[in-house]
């Protein structure tokens, strides 16, 4: 059985290592995931990665995982109180974050980049860091769905408070209510999944977050990937589109 990775280089930047070196790949992919909050990006994420062999770098868990400590700087404070009224996290905050983990982007297992970029200066910084680790990106999934949806699968979001798994009280519901299925932690409603954050998530993700498409697909790397139905149909989405773009000719 393959062991997971723990993902410390991610979780803890600067010169963790993670526990399980990603398995030697021959065509590591490298991906950025967009899409609006709650499109299905982390569950997209976690079937693509089994599916590539690739690791999931999501900027939100590193906050989630931070909010659990109780060292904060003010920085990561004034960071995390933004989170929890659903705006996003400064640029300079993030974009340095990203950086003291930029080792994961030359990681030979590849990465699959989640939540990260949303501002075109974090695009124009994920650009340079690329170029300074001497990588380049495959591809960009854009994830589309009409809002209702969306807010239907916010709403029903459940996060397990240890391992973080994620449900959805309707389409992926936990065997027992409220009970991890993965490590029986506590399942409880993220703070950002009120509906006051929620609007304004929506809202940032429509200023600042939106407009990356028209970036990535000017330079030819974006694929738009419809999000309605079973993860499993839109996984297969998924995949078919990076098998079309890897066979079409560069323009
Ligand atoms: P982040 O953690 O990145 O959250 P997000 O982008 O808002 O995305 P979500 O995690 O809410 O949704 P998702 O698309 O992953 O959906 P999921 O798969 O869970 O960021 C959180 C915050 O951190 C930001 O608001 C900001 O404050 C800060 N931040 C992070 N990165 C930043 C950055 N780069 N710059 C500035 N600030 C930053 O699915 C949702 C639900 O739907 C689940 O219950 C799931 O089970 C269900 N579901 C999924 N797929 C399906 C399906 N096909 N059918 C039915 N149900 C489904």
Redesign the pocket.
Known sequence: MTVQSDRAAWFEGGEAKCSQPPSPNDRPFRLVLL??????????AELLCKTLGTCHL????V??AAQCRNDHSPALRTALD??RR????S?GL?VSMVQERSNCLSCFGGFLL??????AA?AEALDDLLDQQGVRLDAVLSYELPLAEIVD??G???TCSKCKA???TT??PPHQEGVCDMCGGELIQRE?DRPESIRV?MQ?YEESTRPLADYYEKSGRLLRIN?A???DE?LERSLEALQAKASAPRT
């Open positions: 899409g609006p909050p709650g499109v299905g990006k982390g569950t997209q999501s900027t939100g868990d906050f989630r933004a989170m659903g705006e996003l996290v640029d993030v989640d939540g990260f970029p949303r501002t974090q699968r916010l029903g979001r459940r994620v449900f959805h389409s992926r950002d998530r940032a999000a139905g079973a993860p839109i």
